[in-house]
């Protein structure tokens, strides 16, 4: 299937169809429970600079701020509570914003799977 014919489908098959789990492009998780674990280690010696950290993980210094402030954290978290909770219209959101995002890359000539 070509570029074109890829950005022309439906948002549905596209999401089905067009991966960019595992490529630079892929916007999941980064942080694994252990590697968390040895950041919050990290963080108690005198020595701890976040960007270093965050350049190690491949990640931005508010990841590793959220994960080791908790102050920070919570400032976050209730930013977050203003949304609500989860509602479908979220999941639809999502799924049009997916789709957007991998027009956008394919646009760009970037290669995912």
Request: aromatic share 10%; net charge positive.
């Amino acid at each position: 299937m070509t570029k074109s014919e890829k950005i022309k489908l439906s948002n549905s098959t596209l999401n089905a169809n067009v991966k960019v789990e595992g490529t630079d492009y892929d916007r999941r998780r980064k942080l694994s429970n252990k590697d968390i674990y040895n950041i919050k280690r990290s963080a108690k010696s005198k020595s701890f600079n976040a960007s270093a950290v965050a350049k190690k993980y491949g990640v931005a210094p508010s990841t590793i701020k959220y994960h080791v402030d908790e102050a920070y954290r919570e400032s976050v978290n209730k930013g977050r509570a203003k949304y609500g909770d989860y509602t479908g219209l979220y999941e639809a959101t999502y799924k049009t914003d997916l789709a957007n995002y991998k027009r956008a890359l394919l646009r760009a000539g970037k290669r995912l799977k």
